[in-house]
């Protein structure tokens, strides 16, 4: 059985820093990414990472947000700073099997002006 354990949500004052963690167990994963929604709004991809490393980061964040993995803890990390209140949103991780595709119960995220 798949599960995901995100952690490393919260508040912080704009231009903070926070770590984001996404634990998955249960199979083998391939991509990972992670995306958010805001009230009202869609949830947008904000990065994705491969298992091989390769990453891509959306424009709204390039140069603040940076996602990594490490792939003998199969946890997928978003490292956020410059935090801005635009930011704000739930997170979920997304990840991959070879057959299926699993999302995390989301972590709250709220930047404060």
């Known amino acids: 059985q798949v599960q995901l354990v995100e952690s490393g949500g919260g508040l912080v004052q704009a231009g903070g820093s926070l770590r984001l963690s996404c634990a998955a167990s249960g199979d083998i994963f391939y991509a990972m990414a992670w995306c958010r929604q805001a009230p009202g709004t869609q949830r947008a991809v904000v990065a994705t990472i491969t298992r091989g490393g390769s990453t891509a980061v959306a424009d709204s964040v390039k140069d603040r947000f940076t996602i990594s993995r490490d792939n003998a803890k199969n946890t997928v990390y978003l490292q956020m700073s410059s935090l801005r209140p635009e930011d704000t949103a739930v997170y979920y991780c997304?990840?991959?099997?070879?057959?299926?595709?699993?999302w995390g119960q989301g972590t709250q995220v709220t930047v404060s002006s």
């Open positions: 997304n990840v991959r099997s070879s057959q299926n595709n699993y």
